[in-house]
């Protein structure tokens, strides 16, 4: 493991380390993870959300490290396949704190949380409500949850917004097709039926939609008590809480959110009559976006016509987000002081896609150069767990820092892993 030095000016410190003494020793590129920074993020929700069940959302990122501070903070782990499930088992994650999401489970994503105990299993069409019952079968015993659509557009990409009927996840409530789902459900008898679950998007920034989901939700299991007699134990809203990923930008306050949260359901169940379920989130994006930086080498910098482009050793396979969604980020020069002129440049990636953008029209210190190293902050969600196979340039590996220490918890995607995985001819 590298350990701290004297960091040099103009240098960047994480976790006790000098990110210009990580990317010597790691190599880049290289994504970066703030041990204290992910701790201390699972311990705001923690507070913030004292009575709530709060379930990271595996899919931000993901690797055995991980998956060992989330259990020792306290929180619960949200998987959406049976490669998640099995590496947060195998790191002995206790099954009964996980949820399985996915709008497409395959018979083996389901066969592997069956038999591994997986704690709730969120329906998300009617179709897979009798595949479910059989697969559990006749003598055997499931907690589900049932994804509901509650018709509320949020979220920061057209992409990314769950909320409304015109895409893929979930029941509707609009045309009744969560109310027959539900019947359906409960006609069950191995299925055991604990709350109603949605997910409106991702990166929100404001509380609102929240609340409104809120009321939403509640209004059903109302009418739900009333036609059935149900009493629902859980409602668990899903993740998408927003955070800025340049200085300045919104980004959801967590602690508004838990307050007006809970006052909305607590006042909205007393109007219905209803008892207060248990709260459940999922945020994935914010427990560990912020605590993770992507550290690139620049390679080249030209100018055509107007503009200088400033090419790094990475690009769209490790972090896809600026091509998908248009997400602009603030890399900085790390390792040396920059000039103080600035100049106006893009920084774009090694791939052969002129797409293939880190961040247009930022300015950066003019006397940037071949060999200098690039800081993209908040790179810790959505990098790696997206990165491609694209060009064949290998995954980047991940290091940790903390206290001073540097070290490697994902080792980087190597020659012999590209080529041993080819295996016919
Ligand atoms: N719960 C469910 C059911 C989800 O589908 C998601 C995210 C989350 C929780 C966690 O959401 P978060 O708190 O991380 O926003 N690739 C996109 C984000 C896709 C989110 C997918 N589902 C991006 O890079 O922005």
Redesign the pocket.
Known sequence: PASATEPRPGDLTVGGVPLAEVAEHFGTPVYVLDEAEVRERCRTYRHAFPDAEV?Y?A??FLCRAMIHWVDEEGLGL?V?SAGELELAVTSGFPPERMVL?GNAKTPHDLELALRLGVGRI?IDSPSEIARLAAAVGPEGHQKVMV?VVPGIGA???Q??R?GTEDQK?GVSVSDGYAQHAIARILDQPQLELTGL?C?L????TSVKPYLTAVRRMVGLMARLHEQHGLVLPEL?L?????IAYRPGERRLDLTALACRVHAELTQACAAAGLSVPRLM???????V?PAGIALYRVLTVKHTGDHTFVAVDGGMSDN??PA??G?RYAPRLVGREGSADLARVTVVGRHCEAGDIVAADIDLPADLRPGDLLAVPVAG???L??ASGYNLVGRPPVVAVHVGRARLLVRRESLDDIRSRDVGL
Do not use: N, W
Request: proline content about 4%.
């Open positions: 379930l959302a899919k931000a949200d959406c999401h969120v994804r979220g920061g990409h992409k990314i769950t996840f679950h997910h998007g991702s990166q929100i668990d899903g993740g998408g809480h927003g989130i999922e945020p994935g994006r914010a427990v976006g896809p987000r998908l969604y997400v969600a959505y990098h767990s997206m």
